[in-house]
């Protein structure tokens, strides 16, 4: 990855397109690493802000803080922020449409998605070309802008099979394209090996693909194809880089589909970091940050407490001692036969579809 040089001498972001001064924090901006985005032409922020967390907030008294995130995080020199009408059924595009009426548009690049939207299996999925076309409007008044700059195929091996997302999801991308709705199409998904059949079967110019929980502690295998990614002339974007809360204190939500021996692992490495007084998200999130050839990588923040946090670790880097203890941790927890759980939550989808079709 080519970074973008930042010092105290060489403001070097204070020539990118997305910086507007009085408005940025430059202390902030100063420490935070840009690299071009593919072949896209732009320069994205190495930290990106994940929106799924802001449809926890949305209509609670946290909300407030969840709007003022996103603010402070562009202010600080985050220029790319991902979301999707699937987190919450549309609460986080709102939530962060809220917290766009405050920003200067030209300060950040917009991502979001379409073809997943409902809570249940049988509203979950659609890739169907008229639902794309109408999706990308529904975005469009929930955010509150007039574009959106990446528009993405989301978890593309929900999909029965490629030809429905080549035949039609993406060429709807390219209709909302060429009505200058978005500028640049991509796609997203767990199954890295889904990913790649779907770029190598369109006909459609992808210009960005994103894996989640696939650059981690526990998973780096999204490294296994950065060079296949990178023939291909894409911008990468590692999401998920705390394991979707594998790899915090706290640990993971009920609903993960991690296997049961990959939270016991993830649970004992986060005890065992906590006792020597060190958190592990820092050392997931830093373990991230160091991996070559990744644009972006998006972590969920809905609090300033969250972003102050990943700010630092960007900034600060780990100590010898926490990378002593990332070091064992990894010899310790993470040597595991199976590292991922891959098909676990497709199967799922398409039982319960059966299952419903049988009743």
Known sequence: MIVIGLNKKDKTFKR?????ECFHNDLLCDSMPYAPFGKTG?????????????ALVHG????????????????SGINYVDTAPFYGQGKAEIVLGKALKHIPRHTYYLATKVARYGATPQDMFDFSYSRTLKS??????????????????????????????VNETLPALQKIKEMGKIKFIGITGYSLTRLK???????????????????????????EYISFFKEKNLAIVNAAALGMGLLTEGG??????????????CKKAADYCKERNVNIAKLAACYSFSQPDINVHLIGMQ???????NLRSLKEGLSSHENNV??????????????????????RYWEDLKKLHQQ
């Not at 110019?205 to 490294?223: A, G």
């Open 16 to 20: 990118l397109p997305t910086y507007q």
């Open 42 to 54: 732009i320069d994205v922020s190495l930290l990106g802000l994940g929106g799924s967390e802001l």
């Open 60 to 75: 609670t008294p946290d909300e407030e803080d969840g709007i003022q995130t996103v603010i402070e995080g562009i202010k």
């Open 136 to 165: 990308v409007d529904e975005s469009l008044e929930r955010l509150g802008v007039d574009y959106i700059d990446i528009l993405q195929v989301h978890d593309v091996e929900f999909a029965k099979d490629t030809d429905i997302i």
């Open 197 to 223: 059949d779907v770029l190598e079967k369109s006909t459609i110019h992808i210009d960005v693909v994103l894996s989640y929980c696939r650059c981690t502690l526990f998973d780096n295998s999204l490294k």
């Open 252 to 265: 993971p939500p009920d609903w993960h589909p991690a296997r049961s021996d990959m939270k016991e692992a």
């Open 303 to 309: 609090s300033k407490k969250l972003l102050e946090a």
């Open 326 to 347: 990332k070091e064992e941790i990894l010899t310790k927890y993470f040597k595991l036969p199976v590292s991922h759980w891959e098909n676990i939550e497709v199967n």
